[in-house]
């Protein structure tokens, strides 16, 4: 049987701009068709945008590589019309435990909150998540919309101009031309793209070495995340083990710095090690391994003209919270719609600066993160290994000393605190939903959830207060979504606060722009020309 | 906002001081370092706010040689 990410999806083909006496000219142009590039790629064509995606590969992703999904890349996904298939396959967990040497010194509860229509977490091969993100590109493709994979077609040349760019592609069949109105590169941490471009990308080398591997077996653990700091299977050094689908379990495992990675990653090597940890008795099967390295670093901008990066092209983080791939896809959320704004001429092209400060912000908010886990899971000095050492020995016995153990601060999505999209706030109304938040999912009373029920267009959400059934400022319309609090405490609670009523205005990536307890035309025009970079 | 206490606030300073001493005594020096780290974030959770810890680390720093 050949396995998903051995098969190819999008083989090459010959496309019609390589037999055309000039370069073809598209209004967008995506660099890498991994979970971001093809996100991105999903966003524009659910917007009627024309995009072909290039990559050099045709496969999914070759081994599990991304595989914790958290809650708002899934209504993202949702949104992009592919959460479902996503969240039937994964592997839903709540509960983790925490080793110290030989003994488990604790279990925590996710405690997911109530009252939200996606879990916390998703464990899902990225193999998966990519396969099911191509199936919805050639859904969209089956209704018509001009959404395009073109494999084994390598970008080998970018030449910037003030209003597009012009790729050259190498292919199978040999090089061709194409020109890009805009480009988005989300071609990876290691960015041809970049690197061509010569743009920088500094940050903080951790010298570790961490062994991943698939391993396919009938095993009795249970489905939780399991964090062991200095076991004796692998002294000084850390483990993980997570659940996948299909019977597949995750182990990583930290090597330290000083090591022969191609010895290390040889079965014959591996598989002691992984019986020192699953039991000399376990029955498995190595599905894949890989060993890598990180760094927590970004660009400086990740808008250069009309190329933007996204993802792990524009920053890497340690995988410890699992801050790649989801914040790559809030990347693109927070992007697409105003590029649409910008290309339809109904927002100023300085609205794209805004994605630079609002994902910025993002991407420094996942680096903090990431580096301290990073800095507790892998101790620098003799110093923080005795702290590190004495948080875990305490945590046993203390409740207190729990919190400060750091195998990873799963990601949340980031507020645009103080972003210049951003309108009116109202103090007496909950915190979590202030402008530039996300929105917050609730059960609505018709038994629907709000999630559902916003979009990808502006909108008026109205709690128990009138406003019209829409309005337009300027060409931008938002549409009103009434709602009311009295058969729905957790919007209430969610929502309103101590305030009697609200009126939200809504982006189209599901973010707050301003709120107030009640509509007023002018100031509603107000926000929606701040949030578009049109004040 | 609460203030760091500089000021003498424990009643019986021998009392406490031969007790951290004794605390100490027989372990090795790694032992003892341990020993220190676990005190310290046991206090420190004692303490709990983060403006107070905050003068703490500095009062520990600025102590590092003639004031």
Known sequence: MSRIFETPLYPYKRSADQDAPAPVRHPVVVVGAGPIGLAAAIDLAQHNVPVVVLDEND????????????????????????????????????????????????????????????????NLQQYHFEKYLVDRVFELQAEGKAIEIRGG????????????????????DGPY????????????????????????????????NFLIADVIMEAEFPTERWFWFDPPFNRGQSALLHKQPDGVWRIDLQLGWDIDKEKEKKPENVIPRLKAMLGEDAKFELEWVSIYTFQCRRMEKFRHGHVIFAGDAAHQVSPFGARGANSGLQDTDNLVWKLKLVMDGMAPESLLDSYDVERIHGADENILNSSRSTDFITPKSEISTIFRNAVLDLSERYDFARP???????????????????????????????????????????????????????????????????????????????????????????????????????????????????????????????????? | MSELVTTANIARPDDFYARLLAA????????????NARLILILANQVGDMAVLEQALQAAADSDGPA
């Open chain 1, 404 to 535: 400060l153990v750091n195998s990873g601060r799963l990601s949340v999505p980031c507020t645009y605190d103080g972003s210049p999209l951003n309108g009116p706030d109202c103090d007496t109304m909950p915190k979590r939903t202030r402008p530039g938040a996300p929105a917050v999912d609730a059960p609505l009373g018709d038994g629907t959830w709000l999630i559902d029920r916003l979009g990808d267009e502006f909108q008026v959400v109205t709690i128990d207060a009138d406003a019209p059934d829409s309005l337009c400022e300027a060409g931008i319309c938002a549409t009103r979504l009434p709602l009311s609090a009295s058969d729905s405490p957790a919007l209430r609670d969610r929502y309103l606060g101590d305030a009697p009523s609200a009126v939200y205005l809504m982006r189209p990536d599901q973010h707050v722009a301003a709120r107030w307890e009640n509509f007023d035309e002018a100031a509603v025009r107000a926000a929606i020309n701040t949030a578009t970079g049109r004040a």
């Open chain 1, 59 to 122: 496969k999914v992703s070759w081994g599990s590589r991304a595989i914790c999904f958290a809650k708002r890349p899934l209504e993202i996904l949702d949104r992009l019309g592919c959460g479902q298939p996503m969240v039937e396959k994964g592997v839903t967990w709540n509960t983790g435990k925490v080793f110290f040497d030989e003994r488990q010194v604790y279990a925590f509860d996710l405690l997911p909150e109530d009252g939200h229509k996606r879990p916390a977490f998703i």
């Open chain 1, 177 to 208: 031309t194409v020109d890009a109105d805009w480009l988005i590169a989300c071609d990876g941490a290691g960015s041809p793209i970049r690197a061509m471009m010569g743009l920088d990308f500094v940050g903080r080398v951790f010298e570790d």
């Open chain 2, 24 to 35: 100490h005594e027989g372990l090795t020096k790694a032992e003892s370092d341990a020993f």
């Open chain 1, 153 to 172: 077609s390598k970008v080998a040349g970018v030449e910037t101009r003030d209003d597009g760019v012009r790729l050259t592609v190498e292919t199978p």
